[in-house]
């Protein structure tokens, strides 16, 4: 499975946008970009995902490089709810194998 | 229902018992997973059942069996755990059509187990 790479830690302020981002330079023409999030003491939480084109739901908008090497997760006004740790998951097509990676602890001051 | 449901929430066992963990999902998925969860680390595949039927063992030690009885449940068996067993363990389930994209998974809150 292709690899993704993220920092080990952000901080943001409440009420502002957070831009989180992941590195994937070995990334397949196959390969979809999906973004989950774990709070604390519950299970991981789907986010968005996307393959070639930005991306956009109540939740966050995803923005994809063009050559699809790297992407952002953009969460538009972070509230202490939205501390959690981050995860940037490469995934196949049709697999059904969800891989994660070390992930990025993001936390948001009031 | 949008839940997947995992009971018990905490278990404490020794390492002479067997146990059992269950899941449970009424989503119509047909994909079910487990994981395992060490503090501070990201969730670990450990088995994948497509249609009831176990498709992907990450090679985990025949201590832990898992089970798919229906497509509704998933049990996790314990026998003879070690401490380092020790860990969260989370159940997701997806819906698993064979041809079509699956893209969200959901997961359950975990059992917190420990093995004494």
């Known amino acids: 499975d292709a690899k993704t790479t993220q920092p080990n830690s952000m901080e943001s302020n409440e009420e502002e946008p957070v831009h989180l981002p992941c590195n994937h330079s070995?990334?397949?023409?196959?390969?979809?970009i999906h973004w989950y999030r774990q709070l604390p003491s519950q299970g991981p939480e789907y986010v968005i995902h996307?393959?070639?084109s930005n991306v956009n739901n109540r939740m966050a908008s995803l923005a994809i490089a063009e050559d699809r090497k790297s992407s952002t997760l953009i969460l538009h006004r972070a509230t202490l709810r939205d501390a959690a740790v981050y995860y940037c998951?490469?995934?196949?097509?049709?697999?059904?194998?969800?891989?994660f990676g070390a992930g990025t602890i993001l936390r948001v001051k009031s | 229902d949008t839940e997947v449901t995992q009971t018990p929430k905490h278990l404490v066992m020794g390492m002479t018992n067997k146990k059992s963990l269950k899941c449970e999902q009424h989503?119509?998925?047909?994909?079910m997973y487990w994981y395992k969860q060490k503090a501070k680390k990201p969730p670990e595949l450990m088995f994948v059942?497509?249609?009831?039927?176990?498709?992907i063992n990450e090679s985990v030690p025949s201590r832990f069996s898992p089970e798919c009885p229906n497509s509704s449940l998933l049990n996790l068996h314990l026998h003879a755990l070690q401490p380092e067993d020790s860990a969260l363990y989370l159940c997701?389930?997806?819906?698993?059509?064979?041809?079509?994209?699956?893209?969200?998974?959901?997961f359950g809150s975990g059992t917190r187990l420990t093995v004494v």
């Open positions: 997701a389930s997806s819906l698993g059509l064979r041809g079509r994209l699956d893209y969200g998974y959901t």
């Open positions: 070995t990334i397949s023409g196959t390969d979809y």
């Open positions: 996307g393959l070639t």
């Open positions: 998951i490469l995934r196949k097509e049709y697999g059904n194998k969800l891989v």
């Open positions: 989503m119509g998925h047909r994909a």
């Open positions: 059942y497509s249609y009831e039927k176990l498709s």
